[in-house]
């Protein structure tokens, strides 16, 4: 079972707009982290984003974090071309003792930024 | 650039026969893990470990198994092929004293025939 759901699945926008995605998840968490897929490559970690913090920046991200309704969203702003890849959420559990640092990832949503 | 080496990198096998992935990293860190990527399920744990000869199972272990006799390489290894094991592998490692983000190698193809 996925922990992590996000939505949209597939996200279109011009450079200069901004792009929010959104991910839901299950159970009690440690942390929440956000990665980038470029097509045909690893994943690479944006952010992350721990239990008990609300929001976070990096450059042109911002990531928030709720808890009670166990959502996340991840904001970029004024969007380029380069940005174009897909994007998952994960999450750290801590339910059921020691985590071991593994992450379950939602299925991802697709950005595609046009000149 | 996390050190981790992925091989092979393409593979083309036939069902029923064994197949070999390794996960090499050159930093000695503690964690590792295996996932596997699949249109329409993100990626999911196959197994993981936690140090030399330490491993456990994830969500999608059936049909695999895993190695880590030192701690650089990490093996995953499918012991007969099935065609519902084409996909991409992805080994990662958790850095010792990180925050918990995991760096990923750049996966291994796996088309099963």
């Known amino acids: 079972s996925q922990q992590g759901e996000e939505d949209p699945q597939a996200l279109s926008i011009q450079e200069g707009e901004n792009a929010t995605m959104n991910c839901s998840y299950k159970?009690?968490?440690?942390?929440l982290q956000w990665y980038r897929q470029n097509s045909g490559r690893g994943l690479v970690h944006l952010i992350l984003?721990?239990?008990?913090?609300r929001e976070k920046h990096s450059g042109r991200l911002r990531v928030t974090l709720d808890t009670s309704k166990k959502s996340s969203s991840l904001l970029i702003t004024a969007s380029r071309a380069a940005d174009t890849a897909s994007y998952f959420c994960?999450?750290?559990?801590?339910?059921?003792?020691?985590?071991?640092?593994?992450?379950?990832f939602g299925q991802g949503t697709i950005l595609t930024v046009h000149p | 650039d996390a050190g981790i080496t992925q091989s092979p990198r393409h593979k083309v096998t036939e069902t029923g026969t064994p197949v070999t992935l390794r996960c090499h990293q050159t930093?000695?860190?503690?964690?590792m893990y295996w996932y596997r990527q699949d249109p329409g399920h993100g990626l999911r744990l196959i197994h993981y470990s936690y140090g030399v000869k330490d491993t456990d199972k994830g969500e999608v272990s059936d049909g695999y198994s895993v190695s880590r006799s030192k701690t650089e390489d990490f093996l995953l290894t499918l012991e007969s092929a099935t065609s519902s094991q084409t996909s991409v592998y992805f080994c990662?490692?958790?850095?010792?004293?990180?925050?918990?983000?995991?760096?990923f190698g750049e996966g291994s193809r796996l088309t099963v025939l």
């Open positions: 990662a490692i958790r850095r010792t004293g990180a925050t918990g983000e995991l760096f």
């Open positions: 930093e000695n860190h503690r964690y």
């Open positions: 984003i721990r239990s008990n913090e």
């Open positions: 159970t009690s968490i440690n942390n």
């Open positions: 994960a999450t750290e559990s801590n339910a059921g003792g020691t985590s071991y640092g593994k992450l379950t």
